[in-house]
């Protein structure tokens, strides 16, 4: 498994977790981003600058994802792209999106899309919190040991 992560909106407290996972599970993570990143030093944490513009980082995570990836990602569209590949999707909240769960996403997304579209003003996504934070780390930990179980 490799960890690939949508670094451009991806919040410092989950790349930290990500780090420490990284080093101390022996996993391969890689940042990509259409800026330069700071990242500690380690054999299992590298970035990956991508030029910037519309979904130039989603595509680099699309072509280089394998079967039993780990994609960390709000990026519904790439989510379900990810997801049709045989990897696996977290969100920086924690919300794991499957096969099954990623239509009504899209759906929704597309919805909210069109909403907006026609004037319509919507809120942001909420305040990113504690409870956020941990309920990434925990499904991150369940994650990795379902892969390391089946692999």
Do not use: H
């Amino acid at each position: 498994m490799n960890i690939w992560i949508d670094a451009d909106a991806c919040p410092s407290p989950i790349k930290e977790i990500l780090y420490r996972v990284a080093n101390r599970k022996a996993i391969y993570t890689t940042l990509i981003a259409n800026q330069r990143l700071t990242i500690p030093f380690s054999p299992y944490i590298k970035t990956l600058q991508v030029e910037k513009g519309f979904d130039i980082a989603d595509n680099k995570i699309i072509e280089l994802v394998k079967t039993n990836d780990l994609v960390i990602t709000s990026d519904i569209p790439l989510a379900s792209d990810v997801l049709n590949k045989g990897a696996f999707v977290l969100t920086p909240r924690g919300e794991k999106y499957t096969l099954d769960t990623i239509k009504e996403r899209l759906t929704m997304r597309d919805f909210m899309e069109t909403m907006r579209a026609s004037g319509i003003q919507s809120k942001g996504p909420t305040m990113f919190t504690n409870k956020d934070r941990e309920k990434f780390a925990n499904q991150l930990d369940i994650l990795i040991n379902q892969v390391s179980n089946k692999v």
